[in-house]
């Protein structure tokens, strides 16, 4: 019988570096039993649940308030590998794979994930996010997002959720890099998400598990945090 911090650590392991489950060091428990756990804790909604339960952790050390009032929104499109579900090609960024759509609070922890096909525009996506992101998060009242998410959905959100979206644009006359306002925050934490080589392109045949190795990658991120708190 194997504890669940070795099982959690054999799942961050995974994460982190980017191996295959098989190659689990043998300090580790077998892969078969640290798969199982993962594969079993996706079916049961674990790693979401011990995920929110980590961020309200951590914005309570932050001197924040447990429940967000504000969100950021934006998606990442990135490579898949052959045999994935979640295949389309981003016209947009040349780019044949999947869309990860975030949510995240003011801190940059993650609120939310859709993970889709990747010629899904992000204002289409947009309302199954939202959807989910005010059910979940009911204190949420302000979302910023950037210009491809303008359009329609700003009314749709005020009318169907009495709630504000907010596009933050690129000025006409910015020329080169330069932060935007608010968007820098969700771009920061998809360079965090970066830092897991599992996540260098989507591994996962299943949306559910490619939402959850982004879940896993924030839950160590988290801990590693509190750990210093």
């Known amino acids: 019988m194997h504890s669940y911090r070795e099982i959690l ?7 982190r570096t980017g191996c295959q489950w098989r190659n689990l060091p043998k300090d580790l428990p077998p892969w078969s039993a640290v798969y199982s756990y993962y594969r079993n804790w ?3 909604g674990f790693w979401i649940t011990l995920h929110e339960h980590l961020r309200r ?3 309570h050390a932050s001197g924040r308030n447990l429940k967000p009032s504000a969100a950021i929104l934006d998606s ?3 490579k898949c590998t052959q045999w994935n579900e979640s295949r389309g090609y981003d016209a947009g960024k040349k780019i044949n794979g999947c869309k990860r759509h975030l949510a995240v609070d003011t801190l940059g922890l993650v609120l939310m994930v859709l993970v889709t096909t990747g010629n899904i525009q992000d204002r289409d996506a947009a309302p199954a996010l939202l ?3 005010f059910q ?5 009242r302000l979302v910023w997002a950037d210009s491809g998410y303008a359009g329609q959905l700003v009314d749709w959100v005020s009318r169907q959720f009495r709630r504000c979206l907010v596009i933050v644009r690129r000025g006409a006359e910015v020329r080169g890099f ?5 968007r820098w925050i969700v771009e920061r934490t998809f360079g965090w998400l970066g830092r897991s080589r599992r996540l260098s392109k989507n591994y996962e045949r299943k949306t559910d598990t490619a ?9 160590h991120l988290m801990l590693r945090r509190l750990a210093k708190s």
């Open 76 to 78: 990442q499109t990135v």
């Open 131 to 133: 959807t989910a992101l």
């Open 57 to 59: 952790k951590l914005r």
């Open 178 to 182: 330069r932060v935007q306002p608010k």
């Open 42 to 44: 996706v079916l049961s």
């Open 9 to 15: 650590n054999g799942c961050f392991y995974v994460i």
């Open 136 to 140: 979940s998060f009911g204190t949420i």
């Open 211 to 219: 939402e959850a190795v982004i879940y896993i990658s924030m839950l």
